[in-house]
Protein backbone atom coordinates (compact mmCIF):
# COMPACT_ATOMS: atom_id res chain seq x y z
CA UNK A 1 0.00 0.00 0.00
CA UNK A 2 1.12 3.73 -0.88
CA UNK A 3 -0.25 6.67 1.47
CA UNK A 4 -0.28 9.92 0.21
CA UNK A 5 -0.45 13.10 1.82
CA UNK A 6 -0.66 16.68 0.08
CA UNK A 7 -0.04 19.91 2.15
CA UNK A 8 0.62 23.63 1.09
CA UNK A 9 -2.91 24.70 -0.03
CA UNK A 10 -4.34 27.40 1.68
CA UNK A 11 -5.69 31.13 0.46
CA UNK A 12 -3.91 33.75 -2.17
CA UNK A 13 -4.71 36.57 -3.96
CA UNK A 14 -4.69 36.40 -7.58
CA UNK A 15 -1.24 36.55 -9.05
CA UNK A 16 0.02 35.19 -5.83
CA UNK A 17 2.44 31.70 -5.55
CA UNK A 18 1.84 28.25 -3.13
CA UNK A 19 3.97 25.30 -3.50
CA UNK A 20 2.22 22.13 -3.14
CA UNK A 21 3.71 19.27 -1.67
CA UNK A 22 2.66 15.28 -1.83
CA UNK A 23 4.37 12.59 0.55
CA UNK A 24 4.54 9.40 -0.07
CA UNK A 25 5.14 6.85 2.24
CA UNK A 26 4.45 2.75 2.19
CA UNK A 27 6.17 1.22 -1.28
CA UNK A 28 8.07 3.82 -1.80
CA UNK A 29 11.20 1.41 -3.03
CA UNK A 30 9.32 0.92 -6.03
CA UNK A 31 9.57 3.45 -9.03
CA UNK A 32 6.67 5.83 -9.69
CA UNK A 33 5.51 8.49 -11.90
CA UNK A 34 3.29 11.29 -10.15
CA UNK A 35 0.56 13.42 -11.14
CA UNK A 36 -1.25 16.33 -9.75
CA UNK A 37 -4.86 16.85 -10.19
CA UNK A 38 -7.15 19.33 -9.38
CA UNK A 39 -11.46 19.30 -9.41
CA UNK A 40 -12.53 22.50 -9.17
CA UNK A 41 -16.53 23.61 -8.29
CA UNK A 42 -18.80 22.01 -10.26
CA UNK A 43 -16.15 20.53 -12.14
CA UNK A 44 -14.50 16.80 -12.91
CA UNK A 45 -11.36 15.67 -12.08
CA UNK A 46 -8.70 17.10 -14.36
CA UNK A 47 -4.64 16.52 -14.93
CA UNK A 48 -2.27 19.58 -14.44
CA UNK A 49 0.51 18.08 -14.63
CA UNK A 50 3.09 14.84 -14.16
CA UNK A 51 6.42 13.71 -13.57
CA UNK A 52 8.46 10.49 -14.51
CA UNK A 53 10.42 8.87 -12.03
CA UNK A 54 13.69 10.31 -13.04
CA UNK A 55 12.05 14.02 -13.76
CA UNK A 56 13.64 13.96 -17.34
CA UNK A 57 9.69 13.79 -18.59
CA UNK A 58 7.59 16.05 -16.96
CA UNK A 59 3.97 17.39 -18.50
CA UNK A 60 1.38 20.10 -18.45
CA UNK A 61 -2.57 21.05 -18.75
CA UNK A 62 -2.14 23.99 -21.47
CA UNK A 63 -4.15 26.12 -18.52
CA UNK A 64 -1.18 26.03 -16.34
CA UNK A 65 1.92 25.70 -18.32
CA UNK A 66 4.45 28.63 -18.20
CA UNK A 67 2.93 29.19 -14.56
CA UNK A 68 3.33 25.78 -12.84
CA UNK A 69 6.33 23.79 -12.32
CA UNK A 70 6.41 20.24 -11.22
CA UNK A 71 9.22 18.17 -9.37
CA UNK A 72 9.79 15.70 -7.25
CA UNK A 73 12.56 14.55 -4.48
CA UNK A 74 12.72 11.13 -4.48
CA UNK A 75 14.87 10.89 -1.55
CA UNK A 76 12.55 12.71 0.09
CA UNK A 77 9.94 10.34 -1.30
CA UNK A 78 8.12 14.03 -1.75
CA UNK A 79 6.50 15.77 -5.10
CA UNK A 80 5.92 19.81 -5.76
CA UNK A 81 3.85 21.86 -7.53
CA UNK A 82 4.90 24.93 -7.51
CA UNK A 83 2.39 27.59 -8.59
CA UNK A 84 2.90 31.11 -9.40
CA UNK A 85 0.68 33.84 -10.95
CA UNK A 86 -2.36 32.31 -9.60
CA UNK A 87 -5.61 32.79 -11.26
CA UNK A 88 -9.08 32.55 -10.00
CA UNK A 89 -9.68 29.99 -12.36
CA UNK A 90 -7.15 28.17 -10.25
CA UNK A 91 -9.46 27.33 -7.27
CA UNK A 92 -9.73 24.10 -6.77
CA UNK A 93 -8.66 20.92 -4.67
CA UNK A 94 -5.59 19.30 -5.62
CA UNK A 95 -4.78 15.85 -5.70
CA UNK A 96 -1.22 13.90 -6.16
CA UNK A 97 -1.23 10.83 -7.40
CA UNK A 98 0.98 7.91 -8.03
CA UNK A 99 1.32 5.49 -10.89
CA UNK A 100 3.43 2.36 -10.31
CA UNK A 101 2.84 1.04 -13.53
CA UNK A 102 5.41 2.52 -15.82
CA UNK A 103 8.23 4.67 -13.79
CA UNK A 104 8.63 6.22 -17.22
CA UNK A 105 5.51 7.05 -18.98
CA UNK A 106 3.37 9.40 -17.63
CA UNK A 107 -0.35 9.32 -17.31
CA UNK A 108 -2.22 11.88 -18.37
CA UNK A 109 -5.96 10.86 -16.86
CA UNK A 110 -6.82 9.97 -13.81
CA UNK A 111 -7.23 6.23 -14.69
CA UNK A 112 -3.80 5.86 -15.40
CA UNK A 113 -2.78 6.21 -11.09
CA UNK A 114 -2.73 3.58 -8.47
CA UNK A 115 -3.21 5.99 -5.61
CA UNK A 116 -4.54 8.88 -4.40
CA UNK A 117 -4.39 11.71 -1.73
CA UNK A 118 -7.14 12.97 -0.01
CA UNK A 119 -6.56 16.50 -1.65
CA UNK A 120 -5.71 20.17 -0.20
CA UNK A 121 -7.58 23.16 -0.90
CA UNK A 122 -6.08 26.21 -2.68
CA UNK A 123 -8.74 29.07 -2.99
CA UNK A 124 -7.72 32.18 -5.28
CA UNK A 125 -9.08 35.16 -4.41
CA UNK A 126 -9.49 38.70 -6.32
Known amino acids: QVQLVESGGGLVQAGGSLRLSCAAS????????MGWFRQGPGKEREFVAGISWTGIRTYYADSVKGRFTISRDNAKNTGYLQMNSLEQEDTADYYC???????????????????WGQGTQVTVSS
Open 97 to 115: AADFGSAAVVPRSAPGYDY
Open 26 to 33: GRTFSRYA
